[in-house]
């Protein structure tokens, strides 16, 4: 049996904290009543709904199993089940790696958003293959402005590991929509 090393360890805990930092922070700018949030696979791990009080929050998982509100695929064009320009903010963290076509995903996302709308993301780059497989994908900061190119870039940060410099440990991504 294969064990998890002890970096893989440490960055889990780290990504963890720095997910929950990320929601708080998120949550202190754009929880409001009236605001409809669509937070995408929380149900293995602490979602949004601990932090956001006041906004009305929707859930997304490709997996039939989660009890989320929508059961879909981000790869496709999922316009029967949620319209055009739905959602204010859309939380989307460490699910990019795992899809099959993440330019498709974040395509839907923007579909999915308001204009105006945020999306926020965050995604690993220095962290061992994990569940739920596939595992497909490692972004660099150069990939993400690739991949949001057609998003205003609000903010994207590294959580760094001090000893490995230019290898973070994960990214946090906030973009907007606009016209």
Request: aromatic share 8%; proline share 4%; glycine share 6%.
């Amino acid at each position: 049996m294969k064990t998890i090393s002890e970096i893989d360890k440490t960055n889990y805990i780290k990504i963890r904290e720095n997910i929950k930092n990320f929601i708080g922070v998120l949550s202190k700018k754009y929880d409001s009543k009236g605001s409809l949030i669509m937070d995408i696979a929380p149900e293995t791990h602490m979602g949004v709904k601990e932090f956001f009080k006041e906004s009305t929050i929707k859930t997304l998982d490709i997996d039939p199993n989660s009890g989320a509100d929508y059961v879909l695929d981000l790869c496709e064009n999922n316009e029967d089940t949620v319209k055009d320009e739905t959602f204010d903010l859309i939380v989307c963290t460490e699910v990019l790696e795992h899809v099959n076509d993440p330019f498709a995903v974040v395509n839907e996302l923007r579909r999915m958003l308001k204009i105006g709308g945020v999306v926020a993301v965050s995604t690993p780059f220095n962290f061992r293959i994990h569940g739920p497989l596939p595992d497909n994908w490692r972004f660099t900061i150069h990939g993400l402005r690739v991949l949001f190119k057609d998003f205003e870039i609000l903010l994207i940060e590294s959580l760094d590991d001090s000893d490995r410099d230019l290898m973070p440990i994960q990214y946090t991504l906030i973009a907007r929509k606009n016209g």
